[in-house]
């Protein structure tokens, strides 16, 4: 059995899924970008005429990221020290990962906080015209 929960504060999802769903005491959520709910601006990002990524602020999406997957975690009963796992996608590990690497830090790592197993990858390309998307899973008591 699981169930879907959907947020109504996190940015609706691009497609037809849910925000997260629970399966025994595991809440896994889908991926998670940094746009904002009802909003078609992206932070930390400025397009051009044909809606391609003309510049970003890296930190700008990644605080906005987590803050994002706080709220879907929050939405469906779980906190942020429930965070056992993350898988993070980013678009330009070179330029990126260095300014990224130092945020998730300040956000998982250290007395207190989470400290998940962590996976970084490389894509092309993610949904919608943002530079990082997480995939968290989060274990419940």
């Not at 056992?84 to 990224?100: C, G, R």
């Amino acid at each position: 059995m699981s169930e879907s929960f959907e947020s109504s504060r996190a940015p609706e999802p691009v497609g037809a899924f849910p925000h997260a769903k629970r399966v025994g005491n595991l809440l896994f959520l889908s991926g998670i970008g940094p746009r904002v709910r009802g909003r078609k601006e992206i932070p930390g990002v400025t397009l051009d005429a044909g809606g391609r990524i003309a510049s970003y602020d890296i930190e700008t999406q990644c605080r906005a990221v987590f803050e994002n997957v706080w709220l879907v975690l929050e939405d469906a009963g779980a906190g942020w020290n429930d965070i056992v796992d993350v898988t993070v996608f980013l678009t330009n590990m070179k330029n990126d990962f260095p300014a990224y690497n130092k945020l998730y830090a300040e956000y998982f790592a250290g007395e207190g906080k989470p400290n998940p197993t962590r996976t970084t990858v490389e894509v092309t390309a993610l949904p919608t015209p943002i530079a990082i998307e997480l995939k968290v899973i989060a274990a419940l008591g």
